[in-house]
Every structure is written in C-alpha cells, then in structure tokens.
C-alpha cells in the first residue's frame, strides 16, 4: 500500500501550528516551516508557483511536504477570511 508521508507530513506541520507567514509582497508570499530544519517557501503570486529551500525540492525539483503545507495553509486562512 502506497502511503503518502508528503501529505501526512504537511498535515503534522499545520496541526502543530509549524508554519506561519513570515511577510507578503505585492508579488510574493513568504512562510517560514519549523520542521527538522527551518525551510523557506515562497509563493510567487504571478507565477503562480512555489520554491522551498530544502535539499528535497533542490535535487527533485518537486512538491515537497514543506510546499504542500504552504498550500494547505492558504486554502486554510481563505477558508476562514469567508
Ligand atoms: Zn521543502
């Protein structure tokens, strides 16, 4: 059976509370992630992409749980500003 830690690892971040939004840009939004390490995710609001910081992102070049939490965290924050 597949598990996907990736999602099971971003929902810890969130539940935790081990994310926040560092500043927002007109452009840009920061998190910071306090996982193992502290990671910085940064949305590109025209781009319409996220970067992290971490060695997974830089070698795979894909989503990691660091990313997926950022996403998560914004539809949660949208979800309460209705
Ligand atoms: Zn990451």
Redesign the pocket.
């Known amino acids: 059976m597949l598990i996907d830690w990736k999602k099971i690892k971003a929902r810890r971040i969130l539940r935790e509370g081990k994310i926040k939004i560092d500043f927002e840009t007109e452009t840009k939004i920061y998190f910071k992630v306090f996982s193992k390490e502290e990671?910085s995710?940064i949305y590109d609001k025209i781009k319409k992409s996220f970067n992290?910081d971490?060695k997974?992102?830089s070698l795979k070049a894909r989503e990691?749980?660091?990313?997926l939490a950022a996403k998560m965290y914004l539809e949660k924050i949208k979800k309460q500003s209705i």
């Open positions: 990671h995710v992290c971490c997974w992102f990691c749980s660091h990313i």
